[in-house]
């Protein structure tokens, strides 16, 4: 198993999807949506922070012309492991999506409150399509039912971090998926 950097050298129990497994499946991913969009006009909605990892390797295998948003919402606090079910844009897209075929890439839906809440924001503003593109898919704590077009791996309900997803912030760059070890964490309030 790797050796975490600092800050929190211990908090690695397993290594969940290896960077190979990533790699090997967002290839795939661009690969189909490359197909499904053949011919179409497209806009990747990055929601960040998290599915920023996520969203520079997928575009590497997106053959088709396509063009990059970002929007930034807040669900979460630092250090929180449950979603509120309230979310607010803290940073709005730069484009105008009316009209448009729009695909969501999301690092991670839990609860699914998040992409529901963004899901409705963005389709009152009229795309001509929206998807949802999620790496990752954790069914199990679901509140809110949501359709996802595009998941790179269904995980079960462990506390994952690391490719775009924090622990106290830290270890987003890590280029696998890790399992916090729970015994030895302490959240941050
Ligand atoms: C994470 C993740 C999703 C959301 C999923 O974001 O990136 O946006 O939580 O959880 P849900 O399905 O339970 O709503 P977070 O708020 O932690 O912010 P971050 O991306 O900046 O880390």
């Not at 790699?23 to 011919?39: C, F, K, M, T």
């Not at 909605?45 to 520079?56: E, H, N, P, S, W």
């Not at 830290?170 to 030895?184: C, E, M, Q, S």
């Amino acid at each position: 198993m790797p050796q975490l950097p600092p800050p929190y050298t211990d908090l690695l129990s397993e290594v969940l999807i290896t960077q190979d497994e990533l790699q090997a499946r967002i290839q795939e991913l661009g690969a189909q949506i490359s197909q499904d969009y053949a011919g179409q006009d497209l806009v990747l909605i990055c929601i960040l922070r998290g599915g920023v990892m996520f969203l520079t390797d997928l575009v590497r295998h997106i053959s088709t012309p396509h063009m990059m948003d970002f929007m930034a919402v807040s669900s979460y606090g630092a250090g929180a492991r449950e979603s509120s079910g309230q979310v607010r844009i803290t940073m709005d897209l730069s484009m105008d999506i009316a009209g448009r075929n729009v695909l969501l890439v999301e690092d991670i839906v839990d609860s699914g409150n998040t992409i529901a809440s963004v899901l409705a924001l963005l389709q009152a503003r009229q795309p001509a399509s929206l998807k949802v593109c999620s790496l990752l898919d954790k069914p199990e704590l679901r509140q809110t039912e949501v359709s996802i077009d595009y998941t790179g791996f269904v995980i079960p309900t462990k506390f994952v971090f690391g490719y775009g997803l924090d622990l106290d912030e830290y270890y987003r760059n890590l280029p696998f998926i890790g399992v916090v070890d729970t015994a030895k964490y302490k959240p941050t309030e």
